[in-house]
C-alpha cells in the first residue's frame, strides 16, 4: 500500500464524516428545541463546511478552496458573533 493510496482512503473518509457531521449539525439546528442549540447547530455547520473546503482542497490540490474555506469561517465567526449578541441582549446594532 502506497502513501497516496493511504492519504486518498484518509481525506475520503475525512470527507465522508464532515459530511455526516455537516448533516446532523443542520438537524440540530431545524429541531433545536431553544434558540441557542439552533445558533450552536449553525456555528457547526460553518465549521464543518469550511473543513470540508480545506479537505477538499487537499485532495484536489487546487489554492481555491482554502481561499473559499477562509471565507467561510469569517463569515461564520461574524454570524455566530451577531446571533449571540441578538440572543442576550435582543439587539445587533445599540
Do not use: N
Not at 441557542?36 to 460553518?46: C, E, F, K, N
Amino acid at each position: 500500500m502506497t502513501a497516496g493510496i493511504i492519504l486518498w482512503v484518509a481525506l475520503s473518509y475525512a470527507q465522508l464524516m464532515l459530511a455526516l457531521a455537516a448533516c446532523l449539525a443542520t438537524l440540530c439546528a431545524i429541531r433545536g428545541p431553544h434558540a441557542q442549540d439552533r445558533v450552536l447547530g449553525l456555528d457547526t455547520i460553518y465549521i464543518t463546511t469550511m473543513l470540508l473546503f480545506v479537505v477538499t482542497g487537499m485532495r484536489l490540490g487546487t489554492p481555491f478552496f482554502f481561499e473559499a474555506a477562509m471565507i467561510i469561517g469569517v463569515l461564520g465567526f461574524v454570524a455566530t458573533v451577531a446571533l449571540a449578541k441578538f440572543l442576550i441582549r435582543g439587539e445587533v446594532i445599540e
